[in-house]
């Protein structure tokens, strides 16, 4: 733990930009030092949980906790307050919460998964883990102190914590005009050098002749997320987007492996080449990784999970001359009727229709059959049914789901499956069953 020293070889230089204020390296140095008077009476590596701040106090909180060598968990807005010993929480819409707390840290942030392949688990990091993530992104793109970076995405989330710490380290400068469905205003008032983005997002973007122009004028978007749709590879080609398609996860610090921009993969399922701070092992067991990134394991059900040299991917694939091969996630194979089948099979069907959409599959247990799929499709306009229906045709009908789900929202976060399973056992009136299978 210690403190995390700002890249900018001039203190003066604008760090953080938005539609309010200009804040420098400096006078953000400035404020981490008056918080730090939120964090006295605590003993070092004691777990700080932040929420309902903005992204820059966020960030500056963080600072701050990490100067006094305390741990950090940044909770998503709205989000439970998860299992983990934590001894303090700040919350920008409440007084703060003490608690008694033995437990001492050997991590500096815990980021919360989205648990989509079951209970959230609190992914636990130290700066240095951070660091090489970031380091290891600001070499593959030649991020420079004269780049900008639109935050896209929330710091609770890998990918916007490390949007921040890499332009920390590089001495860059951060872009922010309100939250991630709002990029297309922020694109109105600033022109990044970066964007990290999840397809959806892009989609969104493309709609606009005038966001076009602004996409291709940057140097990198790098899109990660979820799985690149054919499609829209395709109109980031043509339209000559300097789109770089990443993959990566939490318990990595972000990043694992990434394309050059305007670089594309010649076959389905190609996610880039491995970053240089990797070793990857095809095993009988899986895709084994290592390196300076690795997580340091995580809290789950408040019972904490140390990881070893190495860490087994949740996805199955290959690594072939450096590049990683993922073929879909190893936990997530069910059985129907005896027959396995990967939420993959359904889905990729319906790419090329759900451009401005979200979908899950979920699994359901079932007397007569084991489990049965159910499809979730989150959008801001519901869709048409028929569509979907008639894509699906290709199928066997054993392996098409039996129910379809519309969450109506324009949110643009990874989809949580705890989440959704919340919303369907409430009977939330933001989520509605559009068509059911009845027999096969």
């Keep these: 733990m210690g403190e995390l020293r700002a890249g900018a070889e001039n203190l003066s230089q ?4 938005d539609s309010h204020e ?48 305390l741990a950090v968990l940044p909770l998503p807005p709205g989000a439970s307050i998860p299992d983990v010993p934590w001894a303090r929480m700040l919350s920008g819409s409440a007084q703060a919460v003490e608690r008694a707390c033995d437990y001492i840290h050997s991590c500096d942030l815990y980021i919360l998964t989205s648990g989509s392949t079951g209970a ?33 995405l ?22 922010y005009w309100g939250e991630p469905k709002d990029i297309a205003d922020a694109l109105k008032h600033c022109d990044p ?3 990290s983005l999840v397809p959806t997002q892009l989609f969104l973007l493309l709609e606009n002749n005038t966001n076009q122009e602004k996409l291709r004028r940057s140097k990198a978007i790098l899109l990660g997320g979820a799985k690149t749709q054919a499609t829209l590879m395709d109109r980031a080609r043509k339209l000559d987007l300097p789109v770089s398609i990443t993959y990566g996860s939490s ?33 009988p067991k899986g895709l084994e990784i290592s390196g300076n990134a690795l997580f340091k394991g995580y809290f789950q059900n408040g019972q904490w999970l140390a990881t070893g040299e190495t860490f087994l991917l949740p996805d199955r694939g290959e690594y072939r001359d450096g590049h990683l091969h993922i073929e879909g996630r190893s936990d997530q194979i069910f059985q129907v009727g005896g027959e396995n089948l ?25 007397d007569r059959f084991g489990h049965i799929p159910l499809l979730i499709i989150r959008s801001a306009k519901e869709p048409d049914i028929k569509l979907y229906l008639n894509r699906l045709q290709v199928l066997k009908p054993i392996k098409r789901p039996r129910e379809i789900w519309w969450l109506r929202s324009d949110d643009v976060g990874k989809l949580s499956k705890l989440r959704i399973q919340t919303l369907l056992h409430s009977k939330h009136d933001s989520i509605k069953r559009l068509w059911r299978y009845e027999k096969l």
């Excluded at 604008?14 to 930009?17: A, H, K, L, T, V």
Aim: hydrophobic residues 45%; negative net charge; glycine residues 6%.
């Design 14 to 17: 604008i760090f953080w930009r």
């Design 22 to 69: 200009d804040l420098s390296f400096l006078e953000m140095q400035r404020k981490v030092q008056d918080f730090r008077l939120k964090m006295q009476g605590l003993s070092k590596g004691s777990l700080i949980l932040l929420q309902d701040f903005s992204p820059k106090l966020t960030w500056i909180l963080m600072l701050a906790a990490w100067n006094c060598d």
């Design 120 to 152: 959230p688990k609190a992914v636990g990091h130290t700066l240095e883990t951070l660091a090489s993530s970031a380091r290891a992104t600001i070499d593959f793109y030649r991020f420079r102190s004269e780049d900008s970076w639109l935050l896209s």
């Design 154 to 175: 929330d710091p609770s989330h890998i990918g916007g914590l490390q949007i921040l710490l890499r332009v920390w380290l590089a001495g860059g400068e951060v872009l």
């Design 193 to 195: 050098s970066f964007l």
């Design 251 to 283: 318990e990595t610090a972000s990043q694992i492996s990434a394309f050059p921009t305007r670089t594309y993969p010649e076959d389905d399922g190609d996610v880039g080449k491995v970053l240089p701070i990797w070793v990857v092992h095809s095993t």
């Design 342 to 366: 990967s939420p993959s099979e359904i889905l990729g069907p319906l790419e090329a229709i759900a451009n401005l959409s979200d979908l899950m599959i979920l699994t359901q247990g079932d």
